[in-house]
């Protein structure tokens, strides 16, 4: 069985998507620290000549240290975000049916909260592309909560006793999970090496929004996203 936990941005590239989709459950980590101006709180769109800006939330004013969970949203920042959505994509093919998705998941959200609102749509664009996941947050596993660092990933992958973890290629790079830590404790680490695919739509960019490839490509969305998968095992020797 396989597992994952990650931060639940906002309105992510494919390979978080990818990531979701090789994982039987995936833990939305949003009881650490918000980190300013990260895509937890941002990504990119592309305009029709490829032309990309970032569409950032805005967030309510709270002490510097908080964690995701705390962070509430300024709901006007929601409307403004769907016009933008709407100018830069306006004669794509699926403009309707995509817009129409988002707009119903942005003016029916019921929470203030940032982790919440990007959760939501995170498995809302799931279930409308066909992934299939168990989806938890490690705010809810309380046995976790007051642990730091490496320790709380294995908390929360313990707390579920899987045996394989699955993750982005920086947090490995830059020495966020060390693979001696999961050898020693029996657990194989997987590192994505996501090979981005390129979509029908003029002047394409890469490592955009989810939304750019469901504007261009709706019904072929989830094998684009396949298709890019490529995932290396850190510590084969415990085999």
């Known amino acids: 069985m396989k597992i994952a936990v990650n931060q ?31 895509v937890i709180s941002r990504n990119k769109i592309s305009n029709l000549s490829g ?12 002490p510097f240290h908080d964690s995701i969970s705390q962070k509430s949203l300024l709901s006007s920042c929601l409307d403004s975000h769907l016009n933008i959505i709407s100018d830069y994509y306006r004669k794509s093919p699926y403009y ?15 929470s203030e909260k940032l982790s ?4 939501d749509l995170i498995k809302n664009i799931c279930e ?11 705010s809810n596993i309380y046995m976790c909560n007051s642990v730091k660092g490496t320790k709380k990933i294995f908390c929360l992958i313990d707390k579920f006793q899987y045996r ?11 020495g966020l999970y060390n693979k001696q830590d999961f050898s020693e404790r029996k657990k194989l680490l997987f590192k994505q090496d996501y090979k981005h695919p390129t979509y029908s739509r003029e002047n394409f960019q890469p490592f955009m929004s989810i939304v750019d490839l469901l504007f261009y490509e709706l019904p072929n969305t989830l094998e684009i996203i396949r ?11 415990i085999l």
């Open 51 to 62: 032309k990309s800006r970032w569409l950032s939330l805005s967030l309510n004013k709270t």
């Open 164 to 174: 394989n973890y699955y993750n982005f290629s920086k947090g490995i790079d830059i």
């Open 116 to 119: 919440q609102f990007n959760a």
């Open 227 to 237: 298709s890019g998968r490529n995932w290396s095992l850190m510590n084969p020797e």
């Open 8 to 38: 639940p941005n906002y309105i992510p590239w494919l390979g978080y998507f990818d990531l979701i989709d090789t994982v039987d459950k995936f833990i939305f980590l949003d009881d650490v620290e918000y980190t300013r101006n990260s």
């Open 96 to 110: 309707e049916e995509v817009y129409d998705f988002l707009y119903y998941n942005y003016t029916k959200n019921n």
């Open 128 to 138: 409308l592309i066909g992934i299939s996941c168990d989806f938890f947050y490690s």
